[in-house]
């Protein structure tokens, strides 16, 4: 599966911004999706991801309750809502897909190119 990032910006503290990432491919609803950030100078980590159906979703604790992963099988989209957004939120942010919840929150086993989050304070 190819995957492409979109939705970034600039951004004040406390504000919102959603990305999308458009997958190709039939075999989109059989994917595990998932959303990394690699902020400046920082390893790439784990953001939040979901299952096929997106009825079962996973966060980092730094997010949780701050960010909404969703998916749009039908238009072979997922989606990241990111309220409350923290200078600390910046970074690339890059969506990936992969066959398992392991894999998804690990190694995923596809990647989009990466869209730039930057929240002022």
């Known amino acids: 599966v190819q995957l492409q990032a979109s939705g970034g910006g600039l951004v004040q503290a406390g504000g919102f911004l959603r990305l999308s990432c458009a997958a190709s491919?039939?075999?989109?609803?059989?994917?595990?999706m998932g959303w990394f950030r690699q902020a400046p100078g920082k390893e790439r980590e784990f953001v939040a991801a979901?299952?096929?159906?997106?009825?079962?979703?996973y966060y980092a604790d730094s997010v949780k309750g701050r960010f909404t992963i969703s998916r749009d099988n039908a238009k072979n989209t997922v989606y990241l809502q990111m309220d409350s957004l923290k200078p600390e939120d910046t970074a690339v942010y890059y969506c990936?897909?992969?066959?398992?919840?392991?894999?998804?929150?690990?190694?995923?086993?596809?990647w989009g190119q990466g869209t730039l989050v930057t929240v002022s304070s």
């Open positions: 990936a897909a992969a066959r398992t919840i392991v894999e998804v929150r690990t190694t995923p086993a596809s």
């Open positions: 491919g039939r075999t989109f609803v059989s994917y595990y």
């Open positions: 979901l299952s096929w159906s997106g009825s079962n979703t």
